[in-house]
């Protein structure tokens, strides 16, 4: 019988609020269209639960979105993890398509 072996990192007693910063390139769209599309993505991404807060912008030219978000997560890992999949499920329900994220930043401290 083969042996098996786990290991885990211990959880912190609690969750923790991460401020994130993404970039985010959508699919060719009418500049126009999704200037009108971005209250709706932030207001999808604000109802989601454990974002404490969110902001999203649109960058030259366009087609290019910084999104700050502050989400619950129990380590940096999961926050990003959750900051990627909650981007590209909200940015589908609001018309924008599916965006490739370009990167994310850890933007402050986390704290309780």
Known sequence: MA???STTSPRPASV???PLTLEAELPE?????IE???PILARHMADAGGVR???VEAL????????EV???AWDLVEAVSRA???LRSCARRAGLGRPIVLGVLSTGTPGP
């Open 29 to 33: 769209r009418d500049v126009a269209h």
């Open 53 to 55: 807060a969110v902001t």
């Open 36 to 38: 009108g599309l971005l």
């Open 3 to 5: 042996t098996r072996s």
């Open 70 to 72: 502050t989400l619950e």
């Open 84 to 86: 990627i999949a909650l």
């Open 16 to 18: 923790i609020a991460w």
């Open 60 to 67: 030259a030219p366009g087609r290019l979105l910084r999104v």
